[in-house]
């Protein structure tokens, strides 16, 4: 089965960086994405690893750590739209994602 | 091209009741998954659809959920006998479909919002 954990909610400062991590245990490995979620609002994809190491896009960066079972999502130069629930997810046999219960962020100004 | 769209957006039923949600996929995705999300939780996995074959129902809480997927296109997911537990937002999500390690990212719909009186 799959197992995923991330932080419940985390507080930041607008222009500030913050580290969302995540720990997973799978049966399988077939990589690890990062969404947003807006309240209200359907999940986004952000980030995609299956190889270790940071992979970064713009003011978002993620990384994996496949021995450690360990990933996180790096947010560079807060911006008040950044505060949503930032979701880690682990793709199953049938790449069905198991989700974390999400971490959700606010910036504050 | 457009993303995939869910239909309503908002249900509100009574208990007892059947409802059906709708979701029309990106063109040319061939993967299908239905998910739940209630309140505060994260996202469950309920059904999922490849192209042609048996669907993967490992997902479904109870016999008086079902899907069914038309064509290899457009999904209804049915929920039978309505009960309170059953509020949350539905989300379909679809891919291309690709095997292996490659990434086969998911894309999200709206959601329909149900709620279950």
């Known amino acids: ?8 909610e985390m507080t930041a400062t607008e222009g500030a960086i913050v580290q969302i ?20 609002e359907a999940p986004t994809f952000l980030s995609y690893n299956v190889l270790d190491g940071l992979e970064e896009k713009g003011r978002f960066s993620s990384f994996l750590s496949r021995s450690k079972g360990y990933s996180y999502l790096l947010l560079k130069e807060l911006q008040m739209k950044d505060s949503a629930s930032y979701l880690c997810a682990a793709p199953g046999s049938a790449r069905q994602l198991t989700f974390g219960s999400g971490t959700q962020l606010t910036v504050l100004p | 091209g457009a993303g995939v769209s869910q239909s309503p957006s908002n249900k509100v039923t009574e208990k007892g009741k059947d409802v059906e949600l709708r979701c029309d996929p990106i063109s040319g995705h061939t993967a299908l998954y239905w998910y739940r999300q209630s309140l505060g939780q994260g996202l469950e996995f309920l059904i999922y659809f490849q192209g042609n ?46 095997r292996g390690r490659e990434r086969d990212t998911q894309y999200f719909g709206p959601g329909t919002r149900l709620t279950v009186l």
């Not at chain 1, 089965?1 to 419940?8: E, F, R, S, W």
């Not at chain 2, 669907?55 to 997911?77: H, I, M, Q, Y």
């Not at chain 2, 049915?78 to 989300?91: F, K, N, W």
Request: hydrophobic fraction near 25%; charged fraction near 15%.
């Open chain 1, 1 to 8: 089965g799959q197992n995923i954990d991330q932080p419940t």
């Open chain 2, 53 to 98: 074959s048996a669907p993967d129902k490992s997902g479904l809480p109870s016999d008086r959920f079902s899907a069914e997927r038309t064509g290899g296109s457009v999904s209804t997911l049915t929920i039978q006998r309505t009960q309170q537990e059953d509020s949350a937002v539905y989300l379909c999500a679809t891919s291309v479909g690709r």
């Open chain 1, 21 to 40: 991590n995540c720990t997973y245990q799978t049966s399988g490995f077939n990589g690890l994405f990062w969404y947003q979620q807006h309240a209200g």
